[in-house]
């Protein structure tokens, strides 16, 4: 005797309008994602080696020299970067500010995915992209579910 599967319903497709905000969403956190994840690691090189040189951050990244130097373009563009001939790329402080919120952000998103149960290296890598998708609200509903389960 040969089983049929059985194909789960999909769900009901929510409102034209309802559905555009989502993907306007997800569309628009993916933008900031890579300006979030150059101000986080700026501010980490800045900290630790005193200076953040494009070729460090684009080895870092993982992307071409070229692409480094237009995303510092943009950030310095949005009031986030500023850069000197020969000594790198600096943070203004609405970059040290963001950095500073990424990394909160971070934090918490990977002491949730630690508190249901994933391993650490897994809850590390899982975060770097929730961090950049999850709203204030979702938030700070972690803060309150862990504030709530912690020992």
Known sequence: MVKKAVLA??????????QAERFEKARSAQATAVLEDYVELIDDLLASDGEARPTDIARR??????TAIKTITRLKREGLATS?????????????????????????????LRAVGVPEDCAE?????????????ALAAFARFLKRHSP
């Open 84 to 112: 000197k001939l020969y000594r790198g790329v600096f943070l203004t402080p609405e970059g040290h500010g963001l950095a500073d919120r990424v990394r909160s952000r971070h934090r918490l998103v990977v002491d949730l």
């Open 125 to 137: 890598l899982d975060a770097e992209g929730i961090e950049h998708h999850v709203s204030d609200i």
């Open 61 to 66: 990244l993982g992307v071409t020299h070229a």
């Open 9 to 18: 319903t999909p769900a009901e497709l929510p409102g034209e309008a309802v």
